[in-house]
């Protein structure tokens, strides 16, 4: 299973905020914003201060899904 963060984006774009502007109000570093572009994942901390940020819910930003496999 990989980590998926569209819906953060897709709220970013709703909320009219950028990645810079949730950083920092977020205070999580640049270096989480980069593995989550890269749908790496990060630590339950960083999300949560995300979360908090934009007063949601972890389900509201990330969602695991399923690895293609080729048979």
Same mark, same amino acid.
């Given at each position: 299973?990989?980590?998926?963060?569209?819906?953060?984006?897709?709220?970013?774009?709703?909320?009219?905020?950028?990645? *810079?502007?949730?950083? $920092?109000?977020?205070? /999580?570093?640049?270096? @989480?914003?980069? &593995?989550?572009?890269?749908?790496?994942?990060?630590?339950?901390?960083?999300?949560?201060?995300?979360?908090? *940020?934009?007063?949601? $819910?972890?389900?509201? /930003?990330?969602?695991? @899904?399923?690895? &293609?496999?080729?048979?």
């Amino acid at each position: 299973m990989s980590v998926c963060y569209d819906k953060l984006w897709k709220m970013l774009i709703d909320k009219r905020m950028n990645r *810079t502007v949730l950083k $920092d109000k977020a205070g /999580i570093s640049y270096n @989480v914003l980069a &593995k989550m572009g890269k749908e790496e994942p990060v630590s339950l901390e960083s999300l949560h201060k995300i979360c908090k *940020t934009l007063r949601c $819910d972890i389900g509201d /930003i990330m969602e695991f @899904v399923d690895d &293609k496999i080729d048979v």
